[in-house]
């Protein structure tokens, strides 16, 4: 019984090991793997999110969801809320756009108001139209200027790396309108395509 098990246990690891290795064959001869053709690139910008919560005629940030300490906790402490806030150029909100700034945030710190971020921002106008950027991290709300990721984005901003330094430019509470300014460095490829291996 034992030799049976030992042999049957040598034919199966021999069809994985060939498995594995055919399917690296089939790999290796594909043409169209991705290859950086073009060069790194930095790019700085600044622009204005323009931040409309609840309350006003046209709210751009809608709350979703909350816990039962949100309202007990100074830091309100998991209340979770959807935004598509204008992107302008200027501070003023009759500015011209620069885009749009869409995702999901989030209140997660037990001791002081800090949002986790999960933000896209979609050029809709200029230079970079249809091109995206991806924040994903912390800002703590209560420090004056906020440093967060940029982690990727697509378009002109292809394999993007960086950060922006965020900042609340102006809150007018009984409007409910905030504008908070944005300076973003950014790494990316410029002209980034698909190569054939030949």
Same mark, same amino acid.
């Given at each position: 019984?034992?030799?049976?098990?030992? &042999?049957?246990?040598?034919? +199966?690891?021999? +069809?994985?090991?060939?498995?594995?290795?055919?399917?690296?064959?089939?790999?290796?001869?594909?043409?169209?793997?991705?290859?950086?053709?073009?060069?790194?690139?930095? &790019?700085?910008?600044?622009?204005?999110? %323009? !931040?409309?919560?609840? @309350?006003?005629?046209? /709210? &751009?940030?809608?709350? $979703?969801?909350?816990?039962?300490?949100? !309202?007990? +906790? /100074?830091?309100?402490?998991?209340? #979770?809320?959807?935004?598509?806030? +204008?992107?302008?150029?200027? /501070?003023?909100?009759? =500015?011209?756009?620069?885009?749009? $700034? %869409?995702?999901?945030?989030?209140?997660?710190?037990?001791?002081?108001?800090?949002?986790?971020?999960?933000?896209?921002?979609?050029?809709?106008?200029?230079?970079?139209?249809?091109?995206?950027?991806?924040?994903?991290?912390?800002? /703590?709300?209560?420090?004056?200027?906020?440093?967060?990721? $940029?982690?990727?984005?697509?378009?002109?901003?292809?394999?993007?790396?960086?950060?922006?330094?965020?900042?609340?430019?102006?809150?007018?509470?009984?409007? =409910?309108? @905030?504008? $908070? %300014?944005?300076?973003? #460095?950014?790494?990316?490829?410029?002209?980034? &395509?698909?190569?054939?291996?030949?």
């Amino acid at each position: 019984m034992e030799k049976k098990l030992k &042999t049957t246990f040598l034919i +199966l690891s021999s +069809l994985l090991l060939q498995s594995i290795i055919s399917n690296a064959e089939t790999q290796s001869s594909d043409r169209r793997s991705p290859c950086l053709a073009g060069k790194e690139k930095l &790019t700085t910008l600044r622009f204005y999110v %323009q !931040d409309f919560v609840g @309350g006003g005629d046209s /709210p &751009t940030v809608w709350e $979703i969801a909350k816990t039962n300490l949100t !309202d007990v +906790l /100074p830091s309100a402490f998991g209340l #979770v809320s959807v935004l598509d806030n +204008l992107v302008t150029s200027e /501070p003023e909100v009759d =500015s011209k756009e620069v885009g749009r $700034i %869409q995702g999901i945030i989030g209140l997660t710190d037990f001791h002081e108001k800090a949002l986790v971020m999960l933000l896209n921002l979609v050029f809709t106008e200029g230079e970079f139209k249809g091109s995206t950027l991806s924040v994903l991290g912390r800002n /703590p709300l209560g420090e004056e200027t906020r440093e967060v990721p $940029i982690v990727g984005g697509t378009g002109a901003f292809r394999m993007a790396r960086g950060y922006a330094v965020t900042s609340t430019y102006s809150n007018d509470e009984a409007h =409910s309108h @905030g504008v $908070i %300014q944005y300076d973003v #460095v950014v790494y990316h490829f410029d002209g980034l &395509t698909l190569l054939s291996r030949d």
